[in-house]
C-alpha cells in the first residue's frame, strides 16, 4: 500500500516519459521544414549529427532521472528514520566522475563533429552553380549571375522564390541589404545568417527534384514570419528549360501559385 | 516592525527640515521604515516581492505570446507583428533582468549575512541604492509599453529581441529601444552596486572561524556569481553606450552603409550575455546544494567539487560566447574552437549533478515541498543541459538554430533550473523570516501542477524546433505541421499560471494563518537556524564563532568514527527565548539618501529620451542624493528594535 502511494507519486513523471515516446514518434514525418527528413547533403549530415549527440544524451538522460526517482523511493524518509550515516564525499569516485564524462563527450560528440563541421562550412567549389542571397525586409531576392536576361543583358533575379538543378552542388553567397536575417531551409540545409555588409558563402546539393520550404530565422522586424522561400530543385534538363524561357522573360506558373520570376520591371 | 527614531539635532536648511517633516509623517504610517531601511532582509523582502511581481508580468507577457501561437495564423488572439515583437522583447527582457536576477539577489540580500554570521551586508545604504535603481530601471523600462498610442493598439515597448541585434535595434523606429538600452543601464547600475557589496562582505564579513572552506555553498555560488556580475556588466554597458551612441547621436558603430560592424554588437552582447546565463543559474545551484542536504539529513556529498565546478563554470562561461553566433560567419575554425569548449562546460555542469544524487543516495530523505521544487530543478535542468550538449555540436546547431529546440533548452535551464530552484528557497526560507510554514499540501499541489505544466509547455517545443519552427515568428500557417505542439505549449503555459495562483494563495494564507514553525523546522545545518524566526533586526545577538562546515548541524550532532551522527545531549542553542531587546549592539541607520540618488537614474534616462533639460534636473538630484549619502553619518547611536 504505501509502495503503491509513493510510485503514484511519481506518476507524471510516467507522463513525461509518455511524452518522450510521442516526440521520438514524430521524427520523421512529412512536414514542410522537418529538419530530420532532409533531403539535401548538408541537412543529412546535420541530421546523423544531431542523431549522434541525441541518443547517448537520451540514454543518459533516462538513466540519471530514472536514478533521481529510485534514490527518492529507496531513500525516503520512514517514520523512526534515524539520523543517517553522514558521507561527505569520495575523492577517487569523484574524479572518475569528472575525468570520464569529458573524455567520453569530448570523443562521441566533440571530435565527430570537426570533419562534418569543416565539410560543411567550406567554400563551395569553383564547379558550383552560383546564386546570390539577398535578404532584405520582407523579402528574398536570388540573382542568377548566369542567367542574362535578354531584355536588359542583366542578370536574372527572382523573389522569394528559389530555382536550382538537382545533382549538382550549389553555390550561394548570401548576404543583407538592410538589417541581418537569415537564410535556412530546413530539408535542405541548416541556417545562415545574412548579415549587410558580409557576404557569406555557403554551398547546399539535392539530388531529388521537388519543391523545399524555408523561412527567415532571425528577428528582422515586423513580417518576420511572412519572409518564406520556396527552394525549387530541377532536374538539368528541366532547369535549363527554365532558365531559357525565364531569361526570355516567359512568367511560367510554378509550384507556389504566384508566380515570382521577374521580367524586366524587378530586376534591378 | 515600528521603529523609533530620536529627533535628530536641527540643522540649518529648509529643504532638510522639510525632509525631516516626511520623515515624521511617514514614520507614523511606518512606511518609512521600508523606504529608508538599511535592513538587509528587509531589502531582501522588497526584492522578492519586486521580482514577483514582474514574474507576473512576465508571465502575463508569456500567456500573450503562448495565446497568439496556440493556433496557426494568430487566430486566437490576432495579435499584428508589431504588437507581438514587443511583447515578446519584454518577456524576455523582463524574465532575465527582472526576475531572476533580482529574485537571486533577494535570497543574496536575506541569506548571506545570515549564513555567514554577520549583522549586515558590509554597505548596507549602498544595498538600499541596489534596490531603488533596479525598481526604478524596471519602471522605466515597462512605461515604455504606454508611450505608444496604445487605445490604438500601437505599443510603445522595445521591439528587437532582448538580445536588441543591430542594426535592426539601431534603426528601430520610435523610443522604444531606447526605453530598453537605457532600462538596462540602470540596472547595470544596480548589479554592479550589489555585485561589489556582496563581494566585500562575503571576503570580509564571516563570522570568525569561517574560512572560505567552510562556508555554505550558497555563499560560495553567491560569490561567483558576484565576481560574474562585476566582469560582465562593464561588457553589456560598453556595447549599450554605442547602441545609445547609434540611435541618438547618430554615431555608426553597427551601421554598416558607413563601415560599422553588426556583429560587433553581437559579439559584445554575448561576451556579457553566456556568463550572464551562469549568472542567472549559479545561484540556483546554490539554494539546491543547502536544500537538497537538509532534506536529505547528509552533508553536501563532495564539497570541494562542487565549489571548484562552480568556479571552473565561472571561468569557462568567458569562452563559449560564439555558441550564440555560429551561423554568423566566423568560420569554421572559430566554430569548432568555440564548439569543443561549449562541449567541455558541460562537465563541470554534470559533476555537480552526481554530486547532488550522491547527496541523495544513503540520505534519509523528506519529500516536503523545498525538495520537491529542488527535485524539479535537478530532473528538469539535466534536460536542460543534455539537450544543450545536442546543439553545442557545431553542424547540428546549423539546423536549431534559432528554433524552438532552442527556446525549449533554455526554458528548461532557466525555468526548469533557476524558477524551480527559487521556488525551493522560497519554501525553504519562508519560516525564517515569517516564523510560519507555507502549507506543505497546498506546496505539493502547486510543486505538481507548476512540473506537469512545465513540462507540456516546453518540452514540445523540441518537436515544433525539430519541425522547423522559427522563434519570434508571431504567426505561422497550418500545413507545417506545428498545431499541435503549439496547442500543447499553449494548455501548459495556462497550466504554469494556475500553479501560481496555488502558490500566491499558500503564500497569503500561510503568512496570515500558517503552521508556527520554531527556529529550526527543518533541522537545518548553516548558521541561519541557530537564530530566532523571524530573526532580530540584529541577527546575531553574539556573532558566532564558526568550527565546522554545516556550524550549526555540528553543534546539534556529533559524529562517531564511522560518520553516525549522535545528537548533542545539550541540544542546539537554537531555543534561546530569552529576551534581549539588542542593547548596546549599533545597527546601521534609516537613510534615505540611497533612494534619492536612485530616482536621479529614470529621470536622466527620460531626459535622455525627450528632453536634456531633465539631464541636468536628474543630475542635481544625483549630486544632492551623493552628497547627503556622503555627509551623513553611518551609525546614529542607539536605536530601539522590535
Known amino acids: 500500500m504505501m509502495r503503491r502511494r509513493s510510485l503514484a507519486r511519481f506518476l507524471p513523471l510516467f507522463v513525461l516519459l509518455a511524452l518522450l515516446a510521442m516526440v521520438l514518434s514524430g521524427c520523421d514525418v512529412d512536414t514542410p521544414q522537418n529538419t530530420l527528413n532532409p533531403e539535401g547533403d548538408v541537412a543529412k549530415k546535420q541530421r546523423d549529427m544531431f542523431y549522434l549527440a541525441m541518443w547517448p544524451a537520451l540514454g543518459i538522460m533516462i538513466l540519471v532521472e530514472g536514478a533521481i526517482v529510485a534514490f527518492l523511493i529507496r531513500f525516503r524518509r520512514r517514520k523512526g528514520d534515524g539520523v543517517p550515516k553522514q558521507t561527505h564525499g569520495n575523492t577517487p569516485l569523484e574524479i572518475v566522475w569528472t575525468i570520464l564524462p569529458a573524455i567520453f563527450i569530448v570523443a562521441v560528440v566533440g571530435i565527430p563533429m570537426l570533419p562534418v563541421l569543416f565539410d560543411i562550412g567550406r567554400a563551395p567549389k569553383d564547379t558550383a552553380y552560383p546564386i546570390i542571397v539577398e535578404g532584405q525586409q520582407f523579402t528574398w531576392v536570388f540573382n542568377y549571375p548566369e542567367i542574362i536576361k535578354k531584355a536588359d543583358g542583366k542578370a536574372l533575379s527572382t523573389f522569394d522564390e528559389i530555382h536550382i538543378p538537382t545533382k549538382k552542388e550549389i553555390g550561394l553567397t548570401i548576404t543583407s541589404i538592410d538589417v541581418i536575417h537569415s537564410f535556412g531551409i530546413p530539408r535542405i540545409a541548416g541556417t545562415r545568417d545574412a548579415v549587410p555588409g558580409q557576404e557569406e558563402l555557403m554551398w547546399i546539393k539535392v539530388d531529388k527534384p521537388g519543391t523545399y520550404h524555408g523561412q527567415c530565422r532571425e528577428l528582422c522586424g515586423i513580417d518576420h514570419a511572412g519572409m518564406l522561400i520556396t527552394l525549387i530543385a530541377h532536374d538539368q534538363e528541366d532547369f535549363d528549360k527554365w532558365a531559357k524561357e525565364a531569361a526570355a522573360g516567359v512568367k511560367r506558373s510554378t509550384d507556389s501559385g504566384d508566380a515570382a520570376v521577374s521580367g524586366g520591371e524587378g530586376g534591378e | ?642
Open chain 2, 1 to 642: 516592525m515600528a521603529t523609533t527614531w530620536e529627533p535628530r539635532e536641527q540643522r540649518s536648511g529648509g529643504l532638510a527640515g522639510a525632509l525631516r517633516h516626511m520623515r515624521v509623517v511617514a514614520e507614523q504610517y511606518n512606511i518609512w521604515s521600508w523606504i529608508a531601511t538599511v535592513d538587509h532582509k528587509k531589502i531582501g523582502v522588497m526584492y522578492g516581492v519586486t521580482a514577483f511581481i514582474f514574474f507576473l508580468i512576465g508571465g502575463l507577457e508569456a500567456l500573450l505570446i503562448r495565446l497568439q501561437l496556440a493556433v496557426p495564423n494568430g487566430a486566437a488572439l490576432g495579435l499584428d507583428g508589431d504588437q507581438y515583437n514587443r511583447i515578446m522583447t519584454m518577456h524576455g527582457t523582463t524574465m532575465v533582468f527582472m526576475v531572476v536576477m533580482p529574485m537571486s539577489a533577494a535570497f543574496f540580500n536575506l541569506m548571506v549575512p545570515l549564513m555567514i554570521g554577520a549583522r549586515d551586508v558590509a554597505f548596507p545604504r549602498l544595498n538600499a541604492f541596489s534596490y531603488w535603481v533596479f525598481l526604478g530601471g524596471s519602471i522605466f523600462m515597462n512605461v515604455s509599453f504606454f508611450t505608444g498610442d496604445i487605445f490604438a493598439g500601437e505599443l510603445g515597448a522595445p521591439d528587437s529581441g532582448w538580445f536588441s541585434y543591430a542594426p535592426l535595434s539601431s534603426r528601430s523606429e520610435g523610443h522604444g529601444v531606447d526605453f530598453w538600452l537605457l532600462g538596462l543601464q540602470i540596472l547595470g547600475v544596480a548589479s554592479l552596486a550589489s555585485g561589489f557589496n556582496f563581494i566585500v562582505t562575503i571576503l570580509n564579513m564571516r563570522a570568525p572561524g569561517m574560512t572560505l572552506f567552510k562556508m555554505p555553498l550558497f555563499i560560495w555560488m553567491t560569490l561567483v556569481t558576484s565576481f560574474l556580475i562585476i566582469f560582465a556588466m562593464p561588457v553589456i554597458a560598453v556595447a549599450l553606450f554605442e547602441l545609445m551612441f547609434d540611435r541618438l547621436f547618430d554615431a555608426n558603430f553597427f551601421n554598416p552603409d558607413k563601415g560599422g560592424a553588426p556583429l560587433l554588437w553581437q559579439h559584445m552582447f554575448w561576451l556579457f550575455g553566456h556568463p550572464e546565463v551562469y549568472i542567472l543559474i549559479l545561484p540556483a545551484m546554490g539554494i539546491v546544494s543547502e536544500v537538497l542536504p537538509t532534506f536529505s539529513r547528509k552533508p553536501l556529498f563532495g564539497y570541494p567539487f562542487v565549489v571548484f565546478s562552480g568556479i571552473a563554470i565561472g571561468f569557462m562561461s568567458w569562452g563559449v560566447w560564439v555558441h550564440h553566433m555560429y551561423t554568423t560567419g566566423l568560420g569554421t575554425v572559430a566554430n569548432s574552437a568555440f564548439g569543443i569548449s561549449t562541449i567541455l562546460i558541460g562537465v563541470p555542469t554534470g559533476v555537480k549533478v552526481f554530486n547532488w544524487m550522491a547527496t541523495l543516495w544513503g540520505g534519509s530523505i523528506s519529500l516536503k515541498a523545498p525538495l520537491m521544487f529542488a527535485i524539479g530543478f535537478l530532473t528538469m535542468f539535466t534536460i536542460g543541459g543534455l539537450s544543450g550538449v545536442t546543439h553545442s555540436m557545431v553542424p547540428s546547431d546549423f539546423q536549431q538554430q534559432d528554433t524552438y529546440y532552442v527556446v525549449a533548452h533554455f526554458h528548461y535551464v532557466l525555468f526548469g533550473g533557476s524558477i524551480f530552484a527559487l521556488f525551493s528557497g522560497i519554501y525553504y526560507w519562508f519560516p525564517k523570516f515569517t516564523g510560519k510554514l507555507l502549507n506543505d499540501t497546498v506546496g505539493q499541489v502547486h510543486f505538481w501542477l507548476m512540473f506537469l505544466g512545465f513540462n507540456l509547455t516546453f518540452f514540445p517545443m523540441h518537436m515544433s524546433g525539430l519541425l522547423g519552427m522559427p522563434r519570434r515568428i508571431y504567426t505561422y500557417s497550418d500545413n507545417q505541421g506545428w498545431d499541435v505542439w503549439n496547442m500543447m505549449s499553449t494548455t501548459g503555459a495556462f497550466l504554469i499560471a494556475i500553479s501560481m495562483l496555488v502558490f500566491i494563495a499558500n503564500f497569503i494564507i500561510s503568512l496570515r494563518r500558517g503552521e508556527k514553525s520554531g527556529n529550526d523546522p527543518w533541522d537545518g545545518r548553516t548558521l541561519e537556524w541557530s537564530i530566532p524566526s523571524p530573526p532580530p533586526h540584529y541577527n546575531f545577538k553574539e556573532i558566532p564563532q564558526v568550527h565546522a562546515l554545516d556550524e550549526f548541524w555540528h553543534q546539534k550532532y556529533q559524529e562517531d568514527a564511522e560518520g553516525v551522527p549522535i545528537p548533542v545531549v545539550a541540544g542546539a542553542s537554537a531555543d534561546e527565548e530569552d529576551e534581549h531587546d539588542g542593547h548596546g549592539i549599533h545597527m546601521p541607520s534609516p537613510s534615505y539618501f540611497p533612494l534619492i540618488a536612485a530616482l536621479a537614474f529614470p529621470i536622466i534616462a527620460t531626459g535622455m529620451i525627450y528632453d536634456y533639460a531633465l539631464v541636468g534636473v536628474g543630475a542635481v538630484i544625483l549630486f544632492f542624493g551623493i552628497y547627503g549619502w556622503a555627509i551623513e553619518p553611518a551609525t546614529e547611536g542607539e536605536e530601539g528594535h522590535s
